[in-house]
């Protein structure tokens, strides 16, 4: 292959990868109602693990914890990647009260893909399936992916979705601000 066509593969692999996130034509707000900012919405899910044994888990199990709910694909490389971060704060903060929680969007013959890079990643907190997500306000006007919800001790979503991948930064000043 030549010096070329490698430089090509090269900057087009990089204009994809700056991209940042992935758009979700499909959850996009309808024109007639526009995009708010979170007001104060108590949040409980029943997400099936991914995992062999597919328990599940109740938002409400995670007891006076502030909670991280990232809402993500295994198929979108910027969600890959930012799988690294949030490993990293959940060891840093999950002794002083904070939960992450991943909500994946994989759906039918791409579940046991998104299964196996959960696994092979090994990542430390929990992710699984939430069925009709798009139904449950604020889910219904997510953008893009990933994105991330902050909810308080009470579950209750603040301030406004984090949409794309956030600096590691910004991801510890929102958690500092709701320890």
Known sequence: MSKRWMRIGFVTGMVVWLAGCDRLPSLKPSPERPRKTAAVTRINLTIREARPEASLIELDQYVNQVVLLNVWAAWSLPCREECAVLNRLHEKYRDRGLSIVGVLLDRGEKESAALDFVQAQQL?????????????KPFDTMRVIPTKYMLNRRHELVGTPIEGIASEAELQRRIEELL
């Open 124 to 136: 430390l907190y929990p992710n699984g399936w939430v069925d009709n997500l798009n139904v449950i």
